[in-house]
Every structure is written in structure tokens, then in C-alpha cells.
């Protein structure tokens, strides 16, 4: 009878950790160059759930996998298209076409990881990056999702580059069609989720970052969290938030929201945690997070299986 009792609870307990899941933060970008195909890749192979573009808009409404919406933080814009800087000394994105983009190395953004003068590497659409993802499930027979995040729709409204409507068209062409579909789509700005929720008609699970700017301070409350869950799956705070206030899990879940905090990195380990498998069990198990974001998927995935 004991052992029966024991064998349900283990059977119960790795059912509940198989639910939590892994968000490769820019690919494996711990490894290779964040937002290339190559650390897309690479994530896919090492298990993660879930596989995370930041997308932006170029001047010929193509979606790109870029983190900022300019682009010198991580390409070689400056020594390619010299003379194409804003006054604010800043080369938009959104000022380029695709076909200009695709000249441009792509590089590792931190100078600790992959160094930033060697191989080769592009900046990818979100197109090739989903056709990636999807080619991989088919030939692994390991189904990843996709958890775009959509940068900065209001700067790309007020430059005349509306996001909202051409992703969710680009997205349904690829058979990402409702609640079901394995994707979040994920934004900083409230506006353009409720927009695709309330007036697009989007069932796609959806994500309200939140930062620690004063603004998300309301969201966190217990009405807040309320509002959020009328037009979002689950949030995705930074993990700071949680690790000062770890009750936010807890109202998250009341309000019926998933909690996805971001970003765990090896190699920018906070002082609290005495090894990355000790943070992540802090995350997993401690906080109870839903999933986290990570540069490091394999370790997460590993951390999970045992
Ligand atoms: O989207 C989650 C996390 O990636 C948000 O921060 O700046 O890395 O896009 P950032
Ligand atoms: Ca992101």
C-alpha cells in the first residue's frame, strides 16, 4: 500500500514538472549568436519547449528576428551603410529593406560569449525562422513552439508600420490558428495584445511582459492581474520582480495566469544563487513558475528531467 501511495506521488510529481516548461531566450544564445538560425538551431536540439524571436518591421514590411528595433548592437550596419543613422545616431531597422539587412553581418551582442569577429552569420525573417522551427519538428519528431515578441507596435504604428494585423496573418499561414496552437505571443505594450484579442478576434495564448519600470507596478496587484487575465494567458516579468516579491506567482495564478519570468544566464549569475541549477530550482520549484526564460536551454531542459 505504502509503496503505492509513494509511486502515485512520484507519478503525480513528475507529471506536474513535465508541465513547466523552457523558453530559449533568442535561441541558445548562450552558445551562438542570438537571433540566428544557427542558435534557433541549436536550442531546437537541445530540448527546450519553446523557441523566442523578438520580431521588428523592416521599411518593406517584412518581419525580422531582431531584439532592438536599430540595428548596430548587433550587425556590422555602421561600416556597411555609413551615412544611414538617424540625428539621434541610431540605424533604424526600419529604415532599411530586407534586401539591405541580408548584407549585413550579424553578431553576438555580449563580448563574453561567441566572439563577434568570427564565422558568418545573418540576420533572419521570421519567416525563415518559423520554417526553422517547423522543419525541425518534422524531421526530429519533437514538436517546439514559437514565442514571438512583438517590439515596440506603437513606435511601428507612429512610423507608419502597423504590426498587429500582418502578424497574426503571417502566424495563421503557418498554422498557428487558436488557443491550441503551440506559440505565446508576447509584448511589453497592453495595447496591442488587447487589440489583437478584442478587435482582431486572436485566440493565440498571450504573454504581458512587464519590466520594473513604474507603469507595471499596477498590473501586479491583485485587480491588475485581473485586468491582464481579460486579454493574456500568463505573464512574463523579470525575474527581479519575482525574487523581491514572490507572492506574485501565487496572484498571478489566482487570476488564472501563467508566469513566465525572464532571463536566467549561467554566465550572469545573481550573488543570491550559489550555482545556475541552484536559481533555476529557486524559479522552478521554490517561486513555482510556469516556465522561464533562459540563454541556456540545455541546462533548464536537463535541470527539468531530473
Ligand atoms: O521577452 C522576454 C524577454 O526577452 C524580455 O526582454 O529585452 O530580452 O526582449 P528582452
Ligand atoms: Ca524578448
Same mark, same amino acid.
Given at each position: 500500500?505504502?509503496?503505492?501511495?509513494?509511486? +502515485?506521488?512520484?507519478?503525480?510529481? @513528475? +507529471?506536474?514538472?513535465?508541465?513547466?516548461?523552457?523558453?530559449?531566450?533568442? *535561441?541558445? @544564445? *548562450?552558445?551562438?549568436?542570438?537571433?540566428?538560425?544557427?542558435?534557433?538551431?541549436?536550442? /531546437?536540439?537541445? *530540448?527546450?519547449?519553446?523557441?523566442?524571436?523578438?520580431?521588428?518591421?523592416?521599411?518593406?514590411?517584412?518581419?525580422?528576428?531582431?531584439?532592438?528595433?536599430? !540595428?548596430?548592437?548587433?550587425?556590422? %550596419?555602421?561600416?556597411?551603410?555609413?551615412?544611414? #543613422? $538617424?540625428?539621434?545616431?541610431?540605424?533604424?531597422?526600419?529604415?532599411?529593406?530586407?534586401?539591405?539587412?541580408?548584407?549585413?553581418?550579424? /553578431?553576438?551582442?555580449?563580448?563574453? $560569449?561567441?566572439?563577434?569577429? =568570427?564565422?558568418?552569420?545573418? %540576420?533572419?525573417?521570421?519567416?525563415?525562422?518559423?520554417?526553422?522551427?517547423?522543419?525541425?519538428?518534422?524531421?526530429?519528431?519533437?514538436?517546439?513552439?514559437?514565442?514571438?515578441?512583438?517590439?515596440?507596435?506603437?513606435? /511601428?504604428?507612429?512610423?507608419?508600420?502597423?504590426?498587429?494585423?500582418?502578424?497574426?496573418?503571417?502566424?495563421?499561414?503557418?498554422?498557428?490558428?487558436?488557443?491550441?496552437?503551440?506559440?505565446? %505571443?508576447?509584448?511589453?505594450?497592453?495595447?496591442?495584445?488587447?487589440?489583437?484579442?478584442?478587435?482582431?478576434?486572436?485566440?493565440?495564448?498571450?504573454?504581458? &511582459?512587464?519590466?520594473?519600470?513604474?507603469?507595471?507596478?499596477?498590473?501586479?496587484?491583485?485587480?491588475? &492581474?485581473?485586468?491582464? +487575465?481579460?486579454?493574456?494567458?500568463?505573464?512574463?516579468?523579470? #525575474?527581479?520582480?519575482?525574487? #523581491?516579491?514572490?507572492?506574485?506567482?501565487?496572484?498571478?495564478?489566482?487570476?488564472?495566469?501563467?508566469? /513566465?519570468?525572464?532571463?536566467?544566464? =549561467?554566465? @550572469? !549569475?545573481?550573488?543570491?544563487?550559489?550555482?545556475?541549477?541552484?536559481?533555476?530550482?529557486?524559479?522552478?520549484?521554490?517561486?513555482?513558475?510556469?516556465?522561464?526564460?533562459?540563454?541556456?536551454?540545455?541546462?533548464?531542459?536537463?535541470?527539468? =528531467?531530473?
Amino acid at each position: 500500500m505504502f509503496a503505492r501511495i509513494c509511486l +502515485a506521488v512520484i507519478v503525480a510529481v @513528475s +507529471a506536474q514538472a513535465q508541465l513547466k516548461i523552457v523558453i530559449a531566450h533568442r *535561441g541558445a @544564445s *548562450g552558445y551562438v549568436p542570438e537571433h540566428t538560425l544557427e542558435s534557433y538551431a541549436m536550442a /531546437h536540439a537541445m *530540448g527546450t519547449d519553446f523557441i523566442e524571436p523578438d520580431v521588428v518591421l523592416t521599411k518593406d514590411k517584412v518581419f525580422i528576428c531582431l531584439h532592438d528595433i536599430h !540595428l548596430e548592437m548587433t550587425t556590422d %550596419v555602421e561600416q556597411v551603410f555609413p551615412d544611414r #543613422k $538617424r540625428a539621434d545616431g541610431k540605424w533604424y531597422a526600419a529604415d532599411f529593406t530586407l534586401a539591405e539587412i541580408k548584407q549585413l553581418h550579424a /553578431h553576438e551582442r555580449l563580448k563574453n $560569449r561567441f566572439p563577434q569577429d =568570427k564565422s558568418s552569420f545573418q %540576420v533572419p525573417t521570421f519567416t525563415e525562422m518559423i520554417e526553422l522551427v517547423q522543419g525541425l519538428n518534422k524531421t526530429t519528431g519533437r514538436e517546439a513552439g514559437i514565442y514571438p515578441e512583438l517590439k515596440e507596435p506603437k513606435w /511601428h504604428r507612429d512610423n507608419g508600420l502597423p504590426m498587429e494585423e500582418a502578424f497574426l496573418a503571417l502566424v495563421k499561414g503557418y498554422g498557428y490558428t487558436d488557443a491550441k496552437s503551440k506559440i505565446f %505571443v508576447q509584448c511589453f505594450e497592453a495595447e496591442p495584445l488587447k487589440r489583437m484579442r478584442n478587435d482582431l478576434g486572436s485566440t493565440l495564448p498571450q504573454i504581458q &511582459l512587464m519590466g520594473n519600470e513604474k507603469e507595471f507596478a499596477p498590473m501586479l496587484t491583485k485587480e491588475g &492581474l485581473a485586468e491582464v +487575465a481579460k486579454y493574456a494567458n500568463g505573464i512574463g516579468p523579470d #525575474k527581479g520582480m519575482i525574487d #523581491k516579491d514572490p507572492e506574485i506567482v501565487k496572484r498571478a495564478h489566482e487570476a488564472g495566469l501563467q508566469v /513566465h519570468p525572464y532571463t536566467l544566464r =549561467k554566465d @550572469s !549569475l545573481p550573488s543570491k544563487y550559489s550555482s545556475f541549477d541552484n536559481e533555476l530550482n529557486q524559479f522552478y520549484n521554490v517561486y513555482g513558475v510556469d516556465g522561464l526564460f533562459t540563454d541556456f536551454p540545455d541546462l533548464a531542459v536537463a535541470f527539468l =528531467k531530473r
